[in-house]
């Protein structure tokens, strides 16, 4: 299989980091001291950045650094202008001495803003950094506040590893938020089977994620289908591909409820073409344009999007499962790239979890059913095996119907262990071995009468992970949930046993939740009992620090989460709030209010 790697682009410009080295503005010897030291550490952070992050569609992440020091209002001026031209998304104050707080500061209300303050003691660069910020929490700019640990030297151009975590996790989450601003959410359907989160909340996604919305009826797919509005050189390719690489397996219908050998011929045809209609709804596609659909070429600029599926569209045609899967997959017959977000039953609040995973992660996402809390007694009750290791407390049974990546069966791995790669590292030995170890599985015609193919797979275990999920709450506006925990692996007549009594045709994944003996974390039923709805969106990786920043960016509270304290990073303003941390940031976000009101 040789596959190539490309890069996605959205329209907008990519947001770059704007880094704001701030001086104390008096010349004739201060200001003339401090001034290597200052774009020194621009030029550190700036650095540090570039080396380290890149935008989730691959591309460099840039730093733009003011073309002076900031002593005060006129160059504070020059530099939002600069950022301006430049498109800076994201703010990082940086000085190692004392300037004038409110002078020196950026205004911007829409900019995920940080100050990093040089912890030395010749020049009070801390002391600077405690003054701005209460420039910025008294004029309801909240910001991060960054300092070292340990004191340094001050001809120490060093940036010390607590210091460079911060800014690091700051830069990504701001760079989620200005990287979504202005992108769309696209709706394909409507509300399936009455799920809450397919009512799809315009008003959230603009006023707190700067994310339009656009909604499709599914009728387009149609109208594509029929009218042959898709690069159809394309499709022969998909088709092959499809041919040669995806396995299908057992039949699990009732004879006389199994599709006959041209329906599910069909089946896969609608699949694959459902597939290249989706993404070009999505994103646009310049070949429609060559065969005369102007229009159609241009995409929706989306993001994120979902799926209704059930029930008009799969009571009739061919089920969503495929184009969900593959467009949430880091490969598809094109070769590797970044992974869609695109989730299923056009569950849109279980889409924006997987895109703050992706963004943050730079990773495929899983969709997921929150389907079944298997206590350890339960499990040893039906199985005879009394579980062990991870699985020792209990599992939280993730299956769904659609929507799961194929990164997600773990089958990719590094140094031996499974993982799921930011997409850019995916191989091609990656790719073949995510794709052997699925079964695309004739669906169930009980549930969909139109066919289709399900993603079969069992997700390796060990792999850390963070399965998070927002809910609307009526009259308190957006709310974060977050689990960290691992993908565990059972015995496999252990799994058959469990998974027949539920949809053996639908990928599995077994997590365990790291549990803290308080609270929602108290036990693994506690986690499940304390989920806010059907879905769950998992990524690789414990993220859950990260997401809570990015949510205090967005404003958005934290309604449950396992995240170690220490690791917790979220503006200083926070603070005072009140020092239970939970009922401060319900407080902080509702007093700030979402970013863009
Ligand atoms: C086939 C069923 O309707 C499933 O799709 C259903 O169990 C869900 O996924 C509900 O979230
Ligand atoms: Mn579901």
Redesign the pocket.
């Known amino acids: 299989m040789k596959m190539n790697k490309a890069v996605n682009r959205l329209r907008g410009s990519m947001p770059k980091v704007g880094i704001r080295p701030t001086i104390d503005g008096r010349r004739n010897g201060v200001r003339e001291s401090l001034e290597e030291q200052t774009m020194n550490m621009a030029k550190s952070a700036a650095k540090l950045i570039s080396e380290n992050l890149k935008h989730p569609n691959g591309l460099p992440v840039e730093c733009v650094i003011a073309d002076t020091t900031i002593g005060g209002f006129a160059e504070a001026a020059d530099c939002a202008d600069k950022f301006k031209r430049e498109n800076v998304g994201v703010s990082l104050t940086v000085t190692p001495c004392w300037c004038y707080g409110s002078e020196t500061m950026d205004t911007d209300p829409h900019m995920p803003k940080a100050v990093w303050g040089f912890n030395g003691t010749e020049r009070p660069g801390a002391v600077y950094l405690a003054a701005v910020l209460a420039g910025y929490t008294q004029k309801g700019l909240p910001a991060f506040g960054i300092y070292g640990r340990d004191v340094q030297d001050s001809d120490d151009t060093s940036v010390p590893n607590d210091v460079k975590g911060k800014i690091l996790d700051f830069a990504k989450a701001g760079l989620a938020v200005a990287y979504m601003k202005d992108k769309s959410y696209l709706s394909l359907g409507n509300v399936s ?1 009455g ?1 809450a989160g397919s009512i799809v909340d315009q008003d959230f996604f603009l006023k707190y994620l700067g994310v339009r919305t656009e909604t499709v009826d599914m009728v387009e797919f149609m109208r594509r289908i029929d009218e042959e509005i898709y690069d159809k050189e394309e499709y022969e390719k998909a088709m092959k591909w499809v041919a040669e690489f995806c396995k299908v397996g057992k039949d699990d219908n009732p004879a006389d409820k199994q599709r006959t050998a041209e329906q599910k011929q069909e089946d896969w045809e609608t699949s694959v073409k459902m597939t290249l209609i989706a993404r070009d709804l999505m994103v646009g596609n310049p070949k429609l344009a060559e065969i005369g659909y102007g229009e159609e070429a241009m995409g929706r600029n989306a993001i994120a999007g979902g799926f209704q599926g ?1 029930r008009q569209w799969t009571d009739y045609k061919a089920n969503g499962d495929f184009m969900e899967t593959m467009l949430n997959t880091s490969f598809d017959w094109n070769g590797i790239r970044e992974p869609y977000v695109m989730a ?2 056009n ?1 849109s609040l279980n889409a924006v979890p997987m895109l703050f995973g992706h963004l943050l992660s730079d990773r495929a996402q899983i969709f997921s ?1 929150v ?1 079944t809390y298997w206590s350890p007694e339960a499990i040893e009750r039906v199985t005879g095996w009394k579980p062990e290791g991870l699985a020792e407390g209990g599992l939280i049974h993730l299956i ?3 929507s799961t990546t194929l990164d997600g069966s773990g089958a990719m791995s590094e140094n031996g262990e499974p993982v799921m790669k930011p997409w850019w590292d995916v191989t091609e030995e990656d790719a073949k071995n995510c794709l052997d170890a699925t079964l695309f599985r004739p669906a ?1 015609t009980g ?2 009468r139109g066919g289709g193919y399900s993603t079969d797979f069992l997700t390796k275990g060990g792999m850390p992970v963070t399965m998070s999920r927002v809910n609307l709450v009526n009259g308190l506006g957006p709310v974060l949930q977050i689990a960290e925990g691992f993908t565990a692996e059972i015995p496999a007549n252990v799994h058959d046993t469990l998974d027949d009594r539920t ?1 053996p045709t639908w990928p599995t994944t077994w997590f365990a939740p790291r549990l803290t003996g308080e609270g929602n974390f108290r036990d693994v039923y506690a986690v499940m009992a304390n989920w806010g709805a ?2 769950g969106a998992i990524s690789y990786g414990h993220i859950g620090a990260q997401l809570i920043t990015l949510a205090s960016m967005l404003r958005i509270p934290v309604s449950m989460h396992n995240v170690p304290e220490e690791k917790i990073f979220r503006p200083s303003a926070w603070a005072s709030f009140g020092m239970d941390r939970e009922g401060a940031d319900y407080r902080a976000c509702a007093n700030f209010g979402p970013l863009y009101k």
């Open positions: 089977m799920i059930q299923t039953e569950d059913d389907r769904n119907s659609g169930d549930y969909f949809n059907n879905h």
